[in-house]
């Protein structure tokens, strides 16, 4: 079966949810699935509840301890650049059908990853892996090369409002 490249983009809430939604409907159908989270480090609610699946989804961070703030650091891009060696690693791999590079498109626009290395691993992509790429900001050449596209617009968001995100909700 011909597997997909997804691009869940734009400014609105809920990129990494629908990625990890997909996740949790091919862990139903026993495909076997990885997470790689870039800029992030934790232990997110989301995590918490993948471990509950770990026979069939695999999750790794590849962030510092806190998501990058203001100025850029040697450590943020080198956190970067391992994450997505693994990533490489992981869709060559053979071992899932389903690879998600969680705030990827975050870590290009903050100049931790080119496009062009981003390209070259989807490009490396073999035709029975399906890939997600989640984060605002999602460069042309990415949507181009992408077979889905979904953008995430803001409309109303009560974090306007000075609520902050919530344990099981935002975080």
């Known amino acids: 079966m011909k597997r997909y490249i997804h691009v869940y983009t734009g400014n609105g809430k809920g990129k990494t949810t629908a990625a990890l939604g997909l996740a949790l409907r091919a862990a139903g159908a026993d495909l076997k699935v990885f997470i790689g989270q870039f800029l ?78 981003v390209l070259e691993v989807i490009e490396s992509k073999p035709a029975n892996v399906e890939m997600v790429l989640t984060g605002r900001s999602a460069p042309d050449q990415i949507i181009e090369k992408a077979d889905l596209v979904t953008e995430m617009k803001l409309i109303k968001h009560y974090f306007s409002k000075g609520i902050k995100a919530r344990k099981g909700i935002e975080r």
């Open 40 to 117: 992030k480090r934790g232990n997110y609610s989301e995590i918490k509840a993948i471990t509950r699946f770990s026979e069939l989804i695999t999750a790794e961070q590849f962030g510092g301890k806190r998501f990058i703030r203001g100025e850029i650091t040697e450590k943020d891009k080198k956190l970067a650049a391992q994450g997505l060696k693994r990533i490489k690693e992981i869709v060559l791999s053979g071992n899932y059908d389903l690879v998600i590079l969680d705030e990827i498109n975050v870590a290009m626009n903050l100049k931790l990853l080119s496009c062009r290395e």
